[in-house]
């Protein structure tokens, strides 16, 4: 329709900013991480003041949590979930376990790095991350969002052959519907 | 030959003893004879027809004048009831053209004849003692009809039959004896005139003599023990000839002489109600009948109740309808026996659930059976229809609002009972089996009585015209006895 | 220490089971051990003579050095406040028991778990298929011959810097100085020294 | 015909004031819920940067046509009911079309959008919407009796079924059907709790048992569109209910403040209450609503 | 052609016809019946409106047949539902078994309702009116052994009620001495109360069973069920009609020449409004879509005969309306249902689902079906409603205004529940190679469909019929223009600026939808749907199917445990047991029979006095 550089430029920041101030986290606590979730949002240090709100579902979810270990019956349901989110969309993993297995390292049954299976925005360290950490995590993804630099869901479908090799590594029976976009 | 009434009495009787020498000469030729003798009466009967609704023709017999001689009385109602008997003795004989065939025809034409003297003369006698004899006559042939297949039950159904009926005789008899002694007359013309000055008390034993004797014979509760047995075991046209003609004529022989000597309001009273409970047992003991003759018997029983009703209300309209509705009754039901008749005999069992799937087997006769069953329960365009319509009409016109609401009940229970049979004949079952054919003479003679039910259903006034004279004839005695007795005081 | 009812129970359970060997451990505990083939009648007995009517669990240990499995039924008598402790040893090869579903219907879960994380087969339980693990094909997880730490190396990616990481039992072993059986270490090799 | 160009401006920008009063509403209920909770809260734009979001996410998914068409069907009631409610009194821009409809129109066209919406959550094919459908359907037949209980009273004791009439007699302050009519208004109020989806009658969209029900396989644009939607409907509705019971609004400070009176009765009792199932919710309509509505209409016939 | 004899005589001889060419040539047999129809839709149309167009005397009562303006709009429902009936049947029925009883059986109802609107004498009426019963109740049985015991419970209510009329013609012609309408009409008003009362209890009644008025309501929902949907059309948009027909008689030609005409209003305004409450309940919890469709029937039934109850002009064009409205939006929901049927097997609505990508016609039919029968605007089911809650309200029927209200809002559950579990949800996978019906299906759906918009735009079409019936039923008056309906304050409703409105303003949306983000809007199917990351297999469905109101069941709690039909069934069930008793009155022994004579004789004896006033 307007193909103006600047006009483009100016929809941009304002969908942008749109974008940055209401973050809707879907509901999925995969590990024991989202515990912290309930302090986070309710009074003591309320999420909400940054627009970031629960989402019962992907298809309205922005922000996808990764509290914590994921096993990997877990991960088949995350990958799942995180293709069913509508572009854009983040990933936030949380905990230590999300960035090296943490104190699952030797498990079985739980995946040690979730960068190799889901395209990570931000991490937040710790086992578990306080609320603040949890907070400070967010605003970092904000700025990202802002600068237009939070692209993750980009990076996951131009590498999605990599991303689908990694993840039918670790999850044998691969029967998955195809993620058309 | 000058056309009288005797003939009716005589040729089916001549033919009665012409029959087993004939089959002397040829078995073949005897299937022949009763169908001629029923064309002829048929014929004879409609030529009379008018001049009887002219003026009643009274014939002399021996040449005695009445009171003491016989007479023949040929009214409008006669008129009426024995067309109706020649048109369906003719049916009758041609559905038994090829259902009778195991056993010696000429006995079964021969006690047919006998019985059809015997209804002719009941409905035409002038003279009581004539109509026990013709009675009697009627009797012994359906007695020897009903066990006329030398089966167990239809010899067991025959005896309870001839036990029942000797009752009846007796009480008939003995009430002819008490008549003859009080009134020394038995014409029943003098009679309704004699019976006036006769003691009251002698009147009403007589009286109830008459209703349980004829009653027994016109199938009215609790006095028709015997029919369903008999109806059930004798052959399917005797059931009919039943239904159709023995029924009818000892009905008819209750009404006149009700009508002629008395006619009183409690009399119909009595009838009424006995009409009214004799219909609903007939209908709600055929609701549970697991075979379908006794079904289709009891269901006799109901509609014989209904024209009990019809006369018993004793007006002219009422009398129509039940002329109507006998005529009705007659035609459906024979085409329900008949049907049934086929219908068993291929399915092989008496029972109602054997019939199941045969629709597709049997399509004709099937259908003839669905027929007779929507005809009889009333259902326009059919002639029940009418019947059901002006016994209502009657009833209402004499407010008797109850019988109303209990005949259209019992309407309701007789559409459960047939639309089962129905539902099991053409839904219950998807056969694949071949069609099976019926005799063509059968089919013929339920196509005949198919036909007769549209056009009475159609247009009624076809016979309409005929019912009034005879339910005049049959309510007014006067005329009798003007009739029957004007000419010695001419 | 009155041990009055434990005592009851072991000689009505020594009157009934002859090759039964009972241990009142302490109060309110009774451990029997029984020959496997002796287990459903023993523990329908104990269910209905002598009111151990709860299955509290039903668990299983692997004794790798006997080559046995060893299984644990925990029976809870709720009318004299005992816990019936039953343990029997089945082959460690080929594992096979009988279902006691039919006595306790929550065993029909225990028997799930114990044959995904075992492999020890129920017969008569019907419904021993996947239960926690999804596609599982290799060994059965809690068998001591599982080696997790081969296997997370093997199938999972592992981010470097985490070279310090150690079996706990290790960490114990170091601070408070006991020894560590010789079948245990084969277990317990940290990665820098393989 | 003559245009009259003041009425198509006021169709025009309705929506719009509608939508804009709307969204900053569902803003300032947040930033109360959020006090009352002793949190912060969020800004009042909140809720207008959420569908502006909705709006530029970069894909959108359907399960079908009638999926693609359920916010329409949606945004189209609420436009349309709010075209036939006179906005503001004697007032040629914001009447719309007001005098060509009346109550029981109204009560019907607000179905309109309903039950597109249902019809779109059907085809997503989503358990969960279908079971809020099913709760949403049960506690509207639960409310339906003392609203039409509270409307039948109100139309019964002045004798008309039109809007314009009824704010007309409302000329004067204690003329207000509110005092007139006390139970009526208190039916109607309940009833109103229950047409608002807000606690305790939110088990239709209960996000933690059935992932916020119907709406669950709606995102992007279609939300979005449904949230404008939302916005413009309360809006709608609470002029609705201010025409009925308040005597409507001369000017729009007016408007806002008896609108906004309105709209925190169910907000308020919202915050402070647990979730009823839904046949508790039910039968707490058809028990002491239903019993103010019928009182309402016994009043009036005697 | 255009006479009435000329209707009467094409309708049946056809009949006969197709079931002959059934049996000879079965080619061409439903072309016939197709041409026919249409040649009696243009008959019934064309035919002049007066009120003697054939009479003459049957069996001493005269018949008269004439075409008034009230029997011309039910009789154009019978021919153009008709005509769309055997159209749709010609592909329906193909295949199926004893298709010339089927056409016969059609042509013979259909004849039977024609019969029925011409009539104008009781004796004629009745005769038709038995004619369609027992030609509907063939069809009824058509299908199966399982139909048998519906079809059975069919007649015996039908019998019920065409027995209750023919009690009533008694008590007429008894007093009156004559059934033409004329002299009915005249004459009724001078007969004593009593009479008066059981004439108009027993028509209602009479008329009540066939338009399935509760509680004489329990044959519908089995026997709109069991009937090819084709003919359940038939069923449920014309034949009930026949019962609204005589209802309407009944109530503004007999019933309101007597002194208790307005208990008579109110009592079956009553009536009509909880039979459609109740009706409305069931169907919430039915799980056959032709069961639900049948209750929703009888519930909408049911505000007909509230409007006909009512009786002021409003209500009784609302009535009218809606009974034409009935006419085709359940014509075109039973067709709808039955292109479900052809092309699934199956009406259960817990088996199919997810058809609206495979049958999009279909869909688009049961939609503006199930608009139309909510009663949203601007199709034209809201005019109806809007109708008869302004004439409930403005006639001082406050309650009863609640309780259709209640009802209507609770039929949004049971339309709602229709549609969404045969056209939405998730997609079976049985039903992955279903197409689209033929087109001599889909015709009369979409014509139908089109009929609902066209009236909802411009309602005063249909109000112009309606307006010329009443004029018939008495000096009733309603104001109307072409697509603005007014009630009796005064206020008035533009269905064209609503429908503009709408138009417009879904339009726009529309398109500013489908622009918007056009590229990047995918369609995605019904499987991959959020299931908190659970992939459903193949063959899951989850579409939530059964069960589907509990809540509401659970808040309703034990009011819908109470059954009329337990109750018809029990005493049924007593009164064959005691039949069964009355059976041993024959035992078939000779000498019990011998015993009741002797018995029979001797009570004649000694009760001689009671019975003949004479001691013997």
Known sequence: MINDKYANKIVDIIQNFARKSSLWVVAYGTGCGAIE??????????????????????????????????????????????????????????????????????????????????????????????????????????????????????????????????QRKVIKNWKMPDYNW | MNLTPVQFVAIPLFAAFLIPIVAKISKEAVKYIPGIVFLYLAYVAFTLFPKALEKPIVEIIAGFKPPFGIVLYFGPTAAFLVSMVM?????????????????????????????????????????????????????????????????????????????????????????????YSNTHTLNMADLAVKMQNVDVTTKLFILILFISGLGIESELFPLNGWAPDAYSQAPTPVAAVFAGIVVKASLYALLRLVFLMFNWSEVFYLLLVLGVITMLVGEMSAMRQHQIKRMLAFSSIGQMGLIVIAFSIATVPSLQAGFFQMVNHVLIKSLLFFSAGYLVFHSGSKDIS??????????????????????????????????????????????????????????????????????????????????????????VAMGILTVLIIILGLYPNTILAYLKPAANDLLHRTEYINAVLGQIHL | MNLEKENKFAKQINETFHSAVVKVQRERRIIVELRSDLIPPFLSFAKEYLSFIHMAHYSCVDWLEENKFELVFMLWSYEEDVMLIVKTKIDREKPEFVTIKHLWPQAETYEREIHEMYGVDFKGNDRLGEFILEDWDDLPPMRRDFDTVKYAGEHYFTRPGREDAQDVRETIARHSGEEIPDFAKKYSIRRDEE | MEIN????????????????VGVTYGGLTRIITARIQNRFGPPVTQNFWDIVKLYSKKTNIQHGVMQHLAPVFAITASITTLYFVPVIRESTVFTNLSFQGDLIFLLYIMVFGSLGMALGVGQSGNPNGA??????????????????????????QFKTTNLNDLIAMQNNFNHWIIFQSPFAFLAAILAFLGMMGYAPFDVVVAPAEIASGPPSEFGGKYLGLMMTSRSIFTFAKLTLFTDIFLGGAGDFVTLVIKTFALYMIPVLTGIVNPRFRTEQSIRFFWAWPTVFGILAVLIVVW | MFSISGIFITTFVSGLVAFLLHHSVPKIRDWFSIVIMGVIVYAVWELPVKANLLSFKLANYNLVFGNTEYGRLFALIVAVLGFFAILYSKDFMEGKPRLGYFYMAFFFSIGGMFGIVYSQDLISLFFFWEIMTWSSFLLVIYCCKEAQKIGLKYFVFSAIGAYSIMTAMVVLYSSIGSLQFADVFAGFGKMDFWSQLLVVVLLL?????????????????????????????????????????????????????????????????????????????????????????????????????????????????????????????????????????????????????GLIRKMPYTFLTALFGIITVSGVPPLAGFSGKWMLYESLIQSNHYFLVVVIFFSSTAAFLYLYRYIFSLFLGQEEKETENVKEVPWLMRIPMLLLALATLVFGVAPGLLLHPVSAAMKYLGDFGVTYQTSVLFNEWGNKVDMLTVANTIGVVFIIVTIIITIKGYRSTRYVTTKDIHTSGEVPTENENLTYAVDFYKPFERALGSVLKASVDKIYNATGRILEQSFDYLRYVYTGNGQTYAMYVVLFLTILVVFSELIFGIKL
């Open chain 4, 131 to 156: 079971i809020g459908v099913s709760r949403g359907l049960s506690q509207m037949v639960g409310y339906e009796i003392p609203f039409v209980l509270a409307i039948v009273a109100i139309m019964i």
């Open chain 1, 37 to 166: 979730i309930p302090p986070t949002m309710t009074s003591r240090y309320d999420a909400e003041r940054f627009g970031i709100r629960g989402s019962a579902t992907p298809r309205q979810a922005d922000v996808l949590l990764i509290t914590g270990y994921l096993s990997t019956k877990t991960l088949k349901r995350v990958i799942r979930t995180y293709e069913q989110m509508q572009d854009p969309k983040y990933v936030i993993g949380f905990g230590s376990c999300t960035i090296n297995g943490g104190m699952y390292w030797d498990s079985y049954n739980t995946i040690k790095a979730l960068d190799q299976y889901l395209p990570v925005d931000v991490f937040i360290n710790g086992c578990m991350p306080r609320p603040e950490a949890v907070i400070s995590g967010f605003i970092k993804l904000q700025e990202l969002i802002k600068e237009g630099k939070a692209n993750g869901a980009q990076k996951y479908k131009e590498n999605l052959e990599w991303y689908r090799e990694n």
């Open chain 2, 354 to 443: 054997a019939l199941d799937g045969l629709g597709k087997e049997k399509p004709i006769t099937s259908f003839f059976f669905a027929f007779g069953a929507l005809a009889i329960l009333g259902l326009p365009p059919f002639s029940g229809f009418w019947g059901k319509m002006f016994i209502l009409m009657a009833a209402g016109n004499s407010h008797l609002l109850l019988v109303v609401v209990l005949i259209l009940i019992s309407g309701i229970i007789e559409a459960v009972y047939y639309l089962r049979v129905i539902s099991r004949l053409y839904f219950y079952k998807e056969t694949t089996k071949e069609v099976r054919r019926t005799p063509v003479s059968g089919l």
């Open chain 2, 87 to 179: 048109v369906v003795g003719f049916v009758i004989w041609l559905y038994s053209f090829k259902f009778i065939i195991r056993e010696p025809s000429e006995k079964y034409y021969m006690l047919f004849m006998m019985l059809i003297t015997g209804a002719t003369g009941i409905m035409l006698t002038g003279d009581v003692f004539n109509l026990f004899v013709f009675f009697e006559i009627t009797a012994i042939a359906a007695y020897s009809l009903t066990a006329f297949l030398r089966d167990k039950d239809g010899a067991e159904a025959a005896f309870k039959y001839l036990l029942i009926g000797s009752f009846s005789s007796t009480f008939f008899l003995l009430a002819i004896a008490l008549i």
């Open chain 4, 5 to 20: 160009w003041l009425k198509v401006l006021g169709i025009l920008i309705t929506p719009v004031i509608a939508f804009i």
């Open chain 5, 205 to 353: 009644m009479g008329f009540g069973v066939k338009s399935a008025t509760m509680p004489l309501h329990v044959w519908a929902p089995g026997a709109y069920r069991i009937t090819p949907s084709s003919f359940t059309a038939i069923f449920s948009g014309a034949l009930s009609k026949m019962g609204i027909f005589g209802i309407g008689l009944t109530l503004f030609k007999i019933a309101s020449a007597t002194g208790f005409y307005p208990w008579v209003q109110e009592i079956l305004a009553w009536i009509g409004a909880l039979t459609a409450l109740f009706a409305t309940f069931y169907a919430v919890f039915a799980t056959d879509a032709k069961t639900l469709l049948a209750y929703s029937s009888i519930g909408q039934l049911g505000y007909i005969v509230t409007g006909l109850a009512i009786g002021t002009p409003l209500s009784i064009a609302a009535a009218l309306f809606l009974t034409v409205m009935h006419a085709i939006f359940k014509g075109m929901l039973f067709l709808a249902t039955g292109a479900v049927y052809y092309r699934t097997g199956t009406t259960d609505m817990t088996k199919v689902s």
